[in-house]
């Protein structure tokens, strides 16, 4: 009687281990159909990806001499393309773009199950490990299904990742090859990613690695060449130069290791080192290495884009998708010690086991209404464009310029890739850049520049006064992940007609 009492316990808590587990891609399904539709930013850089693929549509290049009129992002090309290619079908907006990450971030989820099904042969290991990527959504940013370039990235680099692991044909080095050009043609990040993949490729097999290391340097090598240009020497600009001399955050060297990993994730750390370390003293030394230098990768990569000023929580989507691939390798590699080693206590052991896994789950819990603008977000919004719709003149949203072009005006750089033009070493395109925005301000170019913050250079306060608040809500078109920035004056000129 006890023998089958505790059998029924452990296939309840095993059974709660999947429920606690599935419920979060549930649950982010659920979420991602309400926010794709949302016609206003989630994020305050959303905006400036649609203002991207609006200037691909309309046959421009992206990455040009910095003005007032646009500035591309230090990013590469690859997430907007394909975003234009979608923009053509469905219309210019956030649901195409938003579209391409939600499909990626679907995608990683498999990959990571597949990975793990693939090594373990055990389903219920890869469910546990691509729910557990799904749990991180909340600790990420929420970021999986906005409309910015990581889900594409990840979902790119993680596919290379099967690939390499699973197939050993010329063939298959090729594929694993272009699929990491092109995550690097999302997010240069890649290249550093790829570098321990690289050792690995030369362990494996030096004649195929020829062909892994060669199509990575040839597809990022004529890119570069080509798309400089055909831009005239900006590309490199934007996406190397312009990166390289981001400010680090030395108080991010630990807390990411700290916070980021070990306070958020302390039981899939410690068992993504248990694996390894069983790997290491008992596993094919293939095996070990491979999974050994994908964490130094991925989980590196991460570390490094963090470090960067500007490195948000969506930088972590590397390191927790890897730590997600080992936390499911260890719940098998566990489970298999425990049949082996505890024959008399081995129920207990398993229920003992669900429940570490369970705490680890629910310590993930998180709101997901917070993650969903509300109603009156959206009457806000919509309010917000008639606004400037009646404004007679052009107007300046330099913090969310797409709003600009939803009431049918012209959009212009966006605060943060200003940014990063002001605060980096090429002078001659600062002093340009600054010439150009004081220039306009002086001559009262806008009808109106609406501002998230006081804090703007350019004299402002000088030539323009503010006239009113955007919102007498305090509570209403906030961005649901990242930076909590929202319109909130409209300045008009000093001694001219306020429209």
Known sequence: METKALDRTAQFFRYSLLTCALIYVVVYLILALFRIQYPFELEWMEGGSVDHVRRILRGQKLYVSPSLQFIPYIYTPFYFYCSAAVSKILGIGFIPLRLISFISSLGSFFIIFLIVKQETRNIFSGVLASCLFAATFQISGAWFDIARADSLFLFLLLLAVYIMRFYTSRQSYIIAGVCISLAFLTKQTALFIS??????????????????????????????????????????????????????LQHI???????????????????????????????????????????????????????????????????????????????????????????EKKKLMEISFYLVCIVQFASLGYNPLRQIPTVKDLEAGKNLITAITQIKGEVFVPWHGYLSAL???????????????????????????????????????????????????????????????????KEVFWPVTGLRRRPEFIYVPKNGNAY
């Not at 494996?204 to 004529?222: E, K, L, P």
């Not at 080509?226 to 390289?244: D, K």
């Not at 980096?424 to 109106?448: H, M, P, S, V, Y």
């Open 195 to 248: 570098l321990p993949l690289m050792v690995y490729a030369i362990y494996r097999s030096r004649r195929c690695s020829i062909f892994f290391i060669g199509i990575i340097v040839v597809i990022v090598g004529i890119s570069t060449i080509l798309l400089n240009y055909l831009h005239e020497g900006w590309y490199s600009f934007y996406v190397f130069e312009l990166p390289r001399e981001h400010t680090t």
């Open 253 to 343: 060297l630990m807390q990411f290791w700290s916070k980021d990993l070990l306070s958020s994730l302390p039981i899939v750390c410690v068992m993504s080192l248990f694996y390894l370390f069983t790997q290491l003293l008992h596993a094919p030394k293939e095996e070990f290495l491979f999974y050994f230098l994908l964490a130094v990768g991925m989980i590196g990569g991460a570390w490094i884009s963090r470090l960067h000023i500007g490195g948000y929580l969506n930088t972590l989507f590397p390191a927790y998708a890897v730590l997600s691939i080992l936390f499911g390798l260890a719940t098998h590699t566990v489970s298999e010690l425990i049949n082996a080693a505890f024959q």
């Open 407 to 473: 009431a049918g005006k012209n959009s212009y750089a966006h605060r943060m890739a200003m940014i990063d033009i002001l605060r980096g070493n090429d002078a001659r395109a600062k002093i340009k850049l600054n010439n150009e925005i004081q220039q306009a301000i002086r001559e009262k170019k806008f009808a109106a520049i609406i501002l998230d913050i006081r804090r703007f250079e350019f004299d402002i306060e000088k030539y323009y006064k503010i006239k009113e608040l955007v919102f007498t809500n």
